[in-house]
């Protein structure tokens, strides 16, 4: 169901937005999951792929091979892993593109923008985790200030 009356939720527009996104949008698009010891580790899900990450693959003919990022190539929606080439027929190698959605990031190359990256978003992670759970605590202690001011639930209706 549509919910923003701003955002379009037509199959032409958002392919034309998705193909024509300029390279700062492309970033984000092209982010790749954390792999679970890193997801625990700072509580995030996926971080948008830079160069000198390490990576595995975890779908298609290159399943389960690991490498460093060599490039990230966005013009193409691709990435270029170290050890994953192919000949061609005039017998030179070439790196074979990856979608970054079909690899898991299993080493993250971390500076300064990097690591407010991940603070940032472990913080608004844990704020939603908060939002909107009330515990028993939380729920004695409302139904104990109701019966205090001397009204029971019976005599509001």
């Given amino acids: 169901m549509k919910r923003n009356p701003r955002v379009t939720s037509s199959r032409r527009k958002c392919r034309k937005a998705h193909f024509t996104a300029p390279s700062s949008v492309r970033r ?6 954390l792999s679970s010891e890193l997801r625990h580790k700072y509580n995030v899900r996926s971080v948008p792929i830079r160069k000198d990450d390490e990576v595995q693959v975890v779908r298609g ?3 389960g091979r690991e490498g460093k990022v060599v490039q990230v190539y966005r013009r193409r929606w691709v990435i270029h892993v170290e ?3 192919r000949e061609k027929v005039n017998g030179s190698t070439v790196n074979v593109g990856i979608h970054p959605s079909k690899v898991v ?3 993250l190359k ?3 923008d990097r690591k407010a990256l991940l603070d940032r978003k472990a913080r608004a992670r844990a704020a ?3 939002k909107g759970k009330f515990t028993a605590d939380d729920v004695a202690a409302a139904a104990g200030g109701a019966t205090a001011t001397g009204a029971s639930l019976q005599e509001i209706d």
């Fill in 110 to 112: 971390l500076d300064k």
């Fill in 61 to 63: 003919t290159y399943k």
């Fill in 105 to 107: 990031v299993t080493k």
């Fill in 128 to 130: 939603d985790k908060a």
């Fill in 28 to 33: 984000v698009l092209m982010s790749a999951a």
């Fill in 83 to 85: 050890r994953i080439t």
